[in-house]
């Protein structure tokens, strides 16, 4: 009943600046993320209202390239903006959501047994010590949408996950230094429109 998003909001992507230029200019399109790792299942993904986060994983991706693992080349690090509408989402901030995601593993765990299947796994990445390799996650999240779609359900246009990541803000704390908000768009249509992020200008106040 309560997930049709009505306002907009601002999401981050960060990626090399040939990309965004190329995006910023409509010369080619966003292309959705298709990897069976990707946290929030296939889609195009971007930090809800956090510019600086969207940044650092493009510097990140940079570092990565120049040692030729990361599966997409970034050079020179650059962030595109974009006004989003969620339309229906699958938001799992929210607790009827949290027990769908429930409900869709455990079919997905089962389907796995009485096939004599292995079910995916998340796994530590060899950069960090987080949960960055999201198998078991995408799985059970595209397996919601294959359920939706094969019955015939309204399809979500837009998926959305709180993550705490990084190492501890300081001792004992219960944040973290890369705690984010992840939005991952299905519906290209819930794109408005793409901006290039400004720097403040410091003689004056953000309203």
Same mark, same amino acid.
């Given at each position: 009943m309560y997930s049709k998003r009505s306002n907009l909001i601002l999401g981050?992507? =960060?990626? /090399?600046? *040939?990309?965004?230029? %190329?995006?910023?200019?409509? !010369? %080619?399109?966003?292309?959705?993320?298709t990897n069976d790792y990707d946290w929030l299942g296939n889609g195009m993904y971007f930090w809800e209202n956090n510019y600086s986060r969207a940044l650092q994983f493009a510097e990140e991706q940079k570092e990565r390239t120049i040692n030729s693992e990361a599966s997409k080349k970034v050079e020179n690090p650059a962030v595109i903006g974009a006004v989003i509408d969620l339309?229906?989402?699958? /938001? &799992? $901030?929210?607790?009827?959501?949290?027990l769908i995601l429930k409900s869709s593993f455990e +079919? @997905?765990? &089962?389907? +796995?047994?009485?096939? =004599? $299947?292995?079910?995916?796994?998340? !796994?530590?990445?060899k950069y960090y010590? /987080?949960? @960055?390799?999201?198998? &078991? /996650?995408?799985a059970v999240i595209e397996n919601i949408h294959s359920i939706?779609? %094969? +019955?015939? @359900?309204?399809q979500y246009d837009s998926v959305r996950g709180v993550f705490w990541e990084g190492a501890e803000l300081y001792p004992n704390a =219960?944040? *973290? %230094?890369k705690n984010h908000i992840q939005i991952c768009i299905r519906n290209p249509n819930c794109i408005k429109g793409f901006f290039i992020p400004i720097q403040k200008y410091v003689d004056f106040q953000l309203p």
């Open positions: 981050f992507h =960060g990626c /090399d600046v *040939k990309v965004a230029n %190329e995006i910023i200019s409509g !010369k %080619e399109q966003m292309l959705p993320s339309g229906y989402c699958l /938001d &799992l $901030l929210e607790s009827e959501n949290l +079919t @997905l765990q &089962l389907f +796995t047994e009485q096939n =004599g $299947l292995l079910l995916p796994q998340n !796994k530590v990445s010590d /987080d949960l @960055l390799i999201r198998h &078991l /996650d995408c939706y779609r %094969e +019955t015939k @359900l309204t =219960g944040f *973290k %230094e």
